[in-house]
């Protein structure tokens, strides 16, 4: 079965940010490919950000999906895990409460990304 990786960013019981994969599992749509269940979304922002961001401890705004277009990032836990994410990769940000994750850029470049927020 084919599927997509996305990596969810969750404050569990104690307030700690944490990581975790999830797999989304793709069912075969013939010529075009592979495609997942339909997602029912609230609304999408494009962003652009600093060379220089680096954001210290904070929680996500909202769920929110997000779908990095280009450079290279670090996301660390309120627990000191860090996993590096690069363009095209999707996170799944659950982190709404408690103690938050810190983000930073690992190119000096202006980076882009899309927010699309869920329920």
């Known amino acids: ?3 997509f990786i996305i990596t969810k ?4 019981i104690n ?3 944490q990581f975790e994969d999830i797999r989304v599992p793709l069912n075969p749509a013939g010529t075009i490919g592979y495609l997942s269940e339909n ?3 609230e609304s999408l922002v494009f962003r652009k950000v600093l060379p220089a ?3 210290d401890f904070h929680t996500a705004p909202a769920k929110q ?8 990032i670090e996301i660390e836990t309120s627990l000191g895990e860090k996993r590096v994410f690069t363009g095209g990769d999707v996170l799944q940000m659950e982190d709404t409460t408690g103690k938050g994750h810190k983000t930073k850029n690992l190119e ?5 990304s899309v927010f699309i927020t869920f329920e």
């Open 1 to 3: 079965m084919e599927e």
């Open 9 to 12: 960013v969750y404050s569990d």
């Open 15 to 17: 307030g700690d940010s």
């Open 39 to 41: 997602y029912k979304v």
């Open 53 to 55: 961001y680096d954001y």
């Open 65 to 72: 999906f997000i779908i990095l277009l280009d450079g290279k």
């Open 108 to 112: 000096m470049i202006e980076r882009k």
